[in-house]
């Protein structure tokens, strides 16, 4: 049932609605002025049953390539993840152009332009939920919320209105929403996380697959 007619998706690449962030890019702009620099829309299957919530553009992956999670060691941590659960046509090779399609599967992000310090602050959080709400209300089969770490998870439940309380994060957490749907949350892939060895490949995977048993539920 679409709530928010008004609102697309996905925010225009100029989004001027965060200053903060409107002021980065145009620093990016200088600095990278090869790079995409704007508001990276959602990637994947129109049809998913899945969908994974990010965290923010990285500077020189999504944010040079406007394709989420593409040209930076989360993106090739996640895109290989997904390849070995089937969900994708493997072909990633960092680049937007490269034949790599995703199959089941949609990818956004809780905000959705690079943040300095790869660190959104409230606001902006705030600001963006309206394109999540808007891009769930889109997928006619969606079943399963994929969260990549607390910030996408709270979002995602403050989105929809429930009390973050009632929903605690952990890795592999399920959470059976009200609304039908299915919160399953996971450590973000970072290479912060993995280097600290916060976040495995196995336990990375071990979350994908509870997101698959979910599907089947
Ligand atoms: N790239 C993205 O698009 N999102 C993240 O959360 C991390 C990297």
Redesign the pocket.
Known sequence: MPRLKTIPPEPKPDCSLCPRLVAFRRANKKAYPDYFNGA?ASFGDEQARILVV?????LK??NKTGR??TG?F??ELLFRCLAAMGWSNGQNENRPDDGFELHDVMIT?AVRCVPPENKPIGTEVNNCRPYLMARLDALPKLKVLFA?GKVAHDTTLRNFGFRLADYPFAHKAKHLLPNGLTLIDSY?C?RYNVNTGRLTEAMFMEALMETKVALNN
């Not at 990010?54 to 990285?58: F, Q």
């Open positions: 990276v990010g965290l923010a553009p990285g992956g999504a989420p999670f930076d989360s993106g992000n990549l973000h970072s």
